[in-house]
Structures are given as structure tokens and as C-alpha cells.
């Protein structure tokens, strides 16, 4: 791919690759910012290649996590030395639910998904909210797409618990 | 009667915060740049702080080393003078000479009067 395209390609996705990456870093939007500066400095002097195995975007998923593992597991070490001294405190972002809306339902929403486990949690936004299908949230955890749909079913079934569905009648 | 899914409300709930986040998001050319003050580029100061923290660590070490070494050598040591001290100050050969079997010291101690005998 061309270097312009893929600048292009990334520039697309970029507000797409942004939520990623703080879901990556849980939460934290400046940490986010900087391992998507990260990942764009890999992509674009070519340090890692898009062989075309994958969609593009899948294939871009795959090196932010990556990348923001790599930074969790270096800012753990350099806690041990001065490194804390260095970290910034995360912005505030502010509450989605009273920006978006006030409903109570939405406040529920919201809780239950924290109440879920990571990999749920995971695999939830980038089929819902990334409009991945299981099969390529797979390739971007790393994981079986077998997995993958076990951890979708498992978040699902969760959620309909912890806010008190009823069973369907269809 | 039908219930409402759960996960219908998630699907719109995700919409939602998806357009949010898409107008917050910093923007594309900022993030390629990559942020000013940035601990990305605030990394190198850390290590290089580090760095002068261990090489201080290290030159003080070898330096207070060195010094307890010359104080050392500027104190005599204290000996105390006993009756055999003058064979450390003769040559081997002669000392040989002098005590010429092994293992016969006494004899020769007393022989030179150095054997309790010679001591009142």
C-alpha cells in the first residue's frame, strides 16, 4: 500500500481507532493518545507491514492493542524507577451518559458494562460499538473466534441479567 | 408479551457514544505528531536522569574505595616484636643453614639459647 493511502486509510479510521485505544488502556484518554501516536509511527515508517491477510481495519485494531500492551508493560517497569514521577494524570472525560443523556437506563448500561469482565467487555465494543463481526474481533484479540463467541454470548447473557430482562416471548 | 432486549439499548446506547467520541477525539494530525510534553518524548529525560543517578552512585563508590585503600596504607601496621623476629630478617640460605633439620627446631632454639631453659 502506498504511504499516502495508508495515511488516507488511517485518517479515515482515526476517531474509530481513538475509542479503541482507550478501551485498550482502560480508559485513560491520554495514555490513548499516545500509544496511537505509537501505532501510527510503526504503520508509517513501515516497521509493520499490511499484508492484505485481513481487513484493514482489523489489521489496525490488532497493532493499537498490541501496542498498548507493550506500553502498559513498559509503564510498569518504569513505575519501579522514576517513571511515576513522569506520569500524567488522565483527563477527566466527561460522563457519556450525562453528556449523551440522562436516562436512568443509560446510567444502568453503563454499570452493568463495567460489571462485565475485560475480554467481555472487549469483545462487546468492537462488535457493537467498532461494528466488527465475532470472526474479526477475533483476529484483533488474538484469540479463537470459538472463544470470541463464547465471550459474546457469555457478555450478552450477562447483561440481561445484571439489568433484570425478563425472558422473551416471541 | 414481548420484553424489551437489553441489548437493543446497548446497540443504541454504543451509537450514541460512538458520535460523542468521534467529536472529542483529538484530532488525526495531532496525534501523528504526537503530543508536546508528551511522556513519549518526556522518556529520554527520565532515562538520562537515571542514567546520572546510577553514574553518580557508581563514581562515589570508587572513590570512597580508593580513599579507605591510601588511608590504609598511610597507617603502619602494629607488630608486636617477638623472639624469632630476627630469622624474618635473615636470608633464606642462611636461615637454612642455621636450621638445617626439620622438624628439630626445639634443638636449635636451645641451642641458641632461645629454649625455655634460657628463659628465668
Known amino acids: 500500500m502506498e504511504p499516502r493511502d495508508l495515511e488516507a486509510q488511517l485518517e479515515l479510521l482515526h476517531p474509530l481507532g481513538f475509542a479503541w485505544s482507550v478501551r485498550c488502556c482502560r480508559g485513560d484518554r491520554v495514555q490513548a493518545e499516545d500509544v496511537l501516536h505509537l501505532a501510527y509511527v510503526k504503520i508509517l515508517e ?14 489496525l485494531f490488532g497493532i493499537i492493542r498490541w501496542t498498548a500492551y507493550e506500553q502498559h508493560r513498559r509503564g510498569w517497569v518504569e513505575s519501579l524507577w522514576l517513571g511515576r514521577w513522569w506520569r500524567e494524570w488522565p483527563d477527566p472525560a466527561p460522563d457519556h451518559a450525562e453528556t449523551i443523556d440522562s436516562e436512568k437506563r443509560v446510567a444502568q448500561l453503563k454499570q452493568a458494562l463495567a460489571r462485565l469482565s475485560k475480554k467481555q467487555a472487549d469483545v462487546l465494543h468492537l462488535v457493537f460499538y467498532q461494528d466488527l463481526t465475532v470472526h474479526e474481533a477475533a483476529e484483533v484479540l488474538g484469540m479463537r473466534p470459538g472463544t470470541v463467541r463464547t465471550h459474546y454470548e457469555r457478555g450478552k447473557e450477562r447483561l440481561r441479567v445484571l439489568l433484570g430482562a425478563k425472558e422473551l416471548v416471541r | 408479551m414481548t420484553e424489551r432486549d437489553p441489548i437493543d439499548d ?31 518524548r518526556r522518556r529520554w529525560l527520565m532515562w538520562v536522569a537515571s542514567g546520572s543517578v546510577v553514574a553518580a552512585a557508581a563514581v562515589a563508590v570508587v572513590i570512597g574505595t580508593r580513599g579507605s585503600d591510601e588511608r590504609t596504607a598511610a597507617v603502619e601496621p602494629v607488630r608486636l616484636r617477638s623472639a624469632t623476629d630476627f630469622l624474618l630478617e635473615m636470608a633464606p640460605a642462611t636461615v637454612s643453614a642455621a636450621v638445617p633439620r626439620i622438624g628439630d627446631v626445639n634443638d636449635w632454639f636451645t641451642l641458641n639459647g632461645l629454649g625455655k631453659e634460657s628463659r628465668t
Not at chain 1, 46 to 59: D, H, N, Q, Y
Open chain 1, 46 to 59: 513501515g516497521r509493520v507491514k499490511f499484508e492484505g491477510r485481513s481487513a484493514f481495519k482489523t489489521w
Open chain 2, 10 to 40: 446497548l446497540r443504541e446506547f454504543f451509537a450514541l457514544s460512538r458520535d460523542a467520541d468521534a467529536a472529542r477525539a483529538p484530532s488525526f494530525d495531532r496525534v501523528r505528531r504526537g503530543r508536546a510534553g508528551s511522556r513519549l
